[in-house]
Each structure stands twice: as C-alpha cells, then as structure tokens.
C-alpha cells in the first residue's frame, strides 16, 4: 500500500485537528493510501520539537521551507495562519508537492487564482479544509436537493455564527490581520457559502453588508495597548443563485451564546430540508402532500445508511463529530492522492468561493448589488 508521509505546517487548533484525523482515517477506513505523520513545522525550533512530540510527528523543524524541500515529505498541509497560505503553498506546489489547506486559501479573489493557476499548470493535487461539506447530512441535503424530492429550489437561508470574538476584551489575533484577508466574512462567511454553493449550486450576484463592532482590542490578554481592529466582525448578504433561486448568507464571530451555529434551510416548491450543525448529525425535512392534521418535518438521523457513517459505527443516532468529519474530509485526500476520485473542493473550488466573499465585502463598501464575475 502506499504511504503519503504528512509535512505538516502550524500546530494549533487546525493542526491538531488534522493530525486527529490522518489517524482516524487511518483506524476507521480501508484507505487506499496511508498517512505518515513525518515532518511537522512551527514558528521555532522548540515549538515545533514539543508539537511534534504531542502529536506523534517522527521529526520537527521552525523554517517551513526546510519541510517543503524535504525529499521525504510527499503531501504539505498548511494550516498556519492566513497570511501564509499563499506563499508556502506556491513553494510546495513549485516543488511538485500536494497540497492540503485550510480555509480560507487566500487573502483574496486574485491570490486564490493564482494558487489554484499554479496548481493546474504544475498538475499538483490540491484540497482545501471546508470540512463541513464531509458531514453526511450535508452530502444528504446535496443528493435530496439533486434528486428533486423538494421540487425546484426558490431558495436559501445559511448563517455560520459563534461567539469567540464576543468579548471586547478578547485580544487581537492573527485573524484580524487584514494581510491575512477580511474578517468574519471569510472565516466563517466562507463555510456557508462553501455549502450554499455544494448543495444549491453558483451563485450570480450578492448585495452585501459588514460591520466592525469592537474597533480595537487588546494586543494581548490583559494588557492595556490596544489595537485597531480594520476587518468585519458581522456579515450579510442577500444572493442569488445561477439556477434562480435567492437567499442570504450571514457570519458572525460576535454572537453571544453561539458556539456552532452553521445552519441552512432550502425551500423548494415541494419541500424544505433544514440542517444545524449544533445538531450536526439531524437533518429535517417537510414534503408537501401530507395528510390533513398531521403536516410537519421528519427528523433524519446520520446512521450506517449515510456516506461515511457505517465506518465509524453500525447504529443509527449515535454520532459523528466534528473530528469525525475532517477524518472523512482525510479519506477523500487519500483517495484523490491514490490516483481515485478527484478531491472536492480543491484550489479551484476556493477560488470560486473566495469570489463570493470579495463580492459581498465590494458590495457593503459600494453599496450596490455586485455580480460575482466582477471579482
């Protein structure tokens, strides 16, 4: 079997995440490629030693481009802060290396298409961590919608709110970094547009709307500097759709007493699916033509008969994770790396929603409505 040894770059929440799912898929899944946790790199040398240590790693180094330039590290995983993303995945691709990325690739619309042009001249495999398009009721909602069960689709209604950034003392971070890109817009604002446009499909034009509620925030916690926060910490917009729906999209890192608040319903002329990923393993649906008296939504439970599921666990209603879900997110790379199915969303993908995200930040700042093309 083949062996895809992991060079993995920045060790917190996301890298973690990644490594918990390289090992998952490993254990749960008969992948067609195994990953090897090789070479992991951080900010320094002792960082990156005692990362390495925790989470398994066989070596370590502080210069990322000594791990791009290791002739054993076969795939790059990126998930270092934004601002980053552009130049190590250029380097790895130059080298000839796949890529995997976490989200959102870049810090715009332009720099997205350049990584993902570099990929496609270099003929390099690319994967970016919209994880949540791997939840089985997600890849549900996608085969109801397609199937035509609830007719034609007239619209959607996606939110990705949470909560971390709702204290005015939390300190300024690497995401309010407007090298890095915009702010909530993109962080989580791209997670649901990811979805809306998986399930619903592209979207044409947006009209937006953000806001910066808290302007500055302390440069560390506790201390008495502060600093100017310049990116959006709330996002909206209405959309429409190429196939002719409408709908709207919001994002907030602010929303007080959110932890997970990925939601969407899509309507239909016969029907309407529901899904919220603080209740990431249900998925409601109403169909018209019910009896009189006894017209309500029908609660699906993920079980054995949803992609992915029965590899975990035989029974219905006994949940996958949030971790669980980037293991599916792995065994699709694995796959793709193999010579299988091409991996989705890939560089390409994360242009297009880019797109989106540089759209309705244009829009709120024009205060027009701005098609999709124009970015």
């Known amino acids: 079997m083949k062996m895809v040894r992991v060079g ?23 992948l067609p490629a195994t990953p090897v946790l090789e070479l992991l790199a951080d900010v320094d040398d002792d960082t990156a030693a005692a990362a390495a240590k925790a989470l398994g790693f066989s070596r370590s180094t502080g210069d990322w481009r000594a791990l791009i330039d290791d002739p054993a590290v076969d795939l790059v995983d990126i998930t270092a802060p934004n601002v980053l993303h552009k130049p190590i995945a250029l380097a790895a691709i130059a080298a000839g290396k796949p890529v995997y990325c976490e989200k959102p690739l870049a810090a715009n619309a332009a720099e997205a298409k350049e990584m993902a042009d570099a990929a496609d001249a270099a003929g390099v ?48 971070t690497w995401r309010m970094d407007p090298e890095g890109g915009h702010g909530v817009v993109a962080d989580l604002g791209s997670h649901i547009i990811s979805i809306a446009r998986y399930v619903v499909g592209p979207i044409a034009s947006v009209v937006g709307q953000i806001a910066t509620v808290t302007t500055e925030r302390p440069v560390a916690p506790g201390a008495s500097e502060t600093r100017r926060v310049e990116v959006d910490d709330q996002a909206r917009a209405l959309v429409r759709f190429e196939g002719g729906a409408t709908g709207s999209i919001e994002a907030s890192w602010i929303a007080t007493g959110r932890k997970m608040t990925l939601a969407f319903d899509i309507t239909g002329t016969k029907g309407t699916i529901a899904v919220d990923h603080e209740r990431m393993n249900e998925l409601q649906i109403y169909t018209t033509g019910q009896p009189a008296g006894r ?21 219905p209603g006994h949940q996958l994770g ?16 193999a010579g299988g199915a091409p991996f989705r969303p890939d560089f390409r993908e994360a242009w297009e929603i880019q797109r989106v995200v540089d759209a309705v930040v244009a829009s709120a700042r024009a205060e027009r409505w701005v098609n999709i093309a124009e970015t």
């Not at 060790?11 to 490993?26: C, V």
């Not at 949030?322 to 790396?337: G, P, Q, R, S, Y």
């Open 8 to 30: 993995l770059i920045g060790s917190g929440f996301m890298g973690r995440s990644h490594t918990f799912a390289f090992n998952t898929a490993s254990s749960v899944f008969e």
């Open 125 to 172: 495999i690319t994967a970016v961590g919209f994880n949540y398009l791997k939840n089985p009721m997600v890849t549900l909602a996608r085969e109801i919608v397609a199937s035509g069960e609830i007719g034609e689709v007239v619209s959607f209604r996606g939110i990705h709110a949470e909560d971390y950034m709702a204290d005015p003392q939390s300190p300024y």
């Open 295 to 315: 017209e309500g939504f029908k609660t699906i439970l993920a079980g054995p008969d949803h992609d992915s599921y029965a590899a975990f666990c035989p029974a």
């Open 322 to 337: 949030f971790n669980d879900i980037k293991a599916i997110e792995v065994k699709a790379l694995m796959t793709a790396l």
